[in-house]
Nanobody, 123 residues
Framework: QVQLVESGGGSVQAGGSLRLSCAAS????????MGWFRQAPGKERDWVAR????????SYADSVKGRFTISQDIAKNTMYLQMNSLKPEDTAMYYC????????????????WGQGTQVTVSS
């Protein structure tokens, strides 16, 4: 069974940076998508960023574009999310996901999910 384990969350002040990692085990990289989602307390889970494992192409939600960067190291079976210029509204549980599929607009879902890592940004 595919296992995704996130790490790198924590608390940071506004304007700071964090890098999240997602280690994938028992997962075969092929031409598909992996990505990051986040869920703030009392809100729905939102898609944040996506990377196409075949060619490394990326896409981002408008709320993080220009501040967050998704990347992958296939040799290490690891995906990353570099988060810069963090804002209090970025506070959420961040989830790694694999085998994303598109449902229209910015509505993405996934077949596999990690357990999440908490990111807290204070003002």
């Amino acid at each position: 069974q595919v296992q995704l384990v996130e790490s790198g969350g924590g608390s940071v002040q506004a304007g700071g940076s964090l890098r999240l990692s997602c280690a994938a085990s028992k997962y075969t990289y092929r031409s598909n998508s992996m990505g990051w989602f986040r869920q703030a307390p009392g809100k729905e889970r939102d898609w944040v960023a996506r990377i196409y494992t075949g060619d490394g192409s990326t896409s981002y939600a408008d709320s993080v574009k220009g501040r967050f960067t998704i990347s992958q190291d296939i040799a290490k079976n690891t995906m990353y999310l570099q988060m810069n210029s963090l804002k209090p509204e970025d506070t959420a549980m961040y989830y790694c996901a694999a085998d994303l599929f598109w449902q229209g607009g910015d509505d993405w879902m996934a077949d596999y999910w990690g357990q999440g890592t908490q990111v807290t940004v204070s003002s």
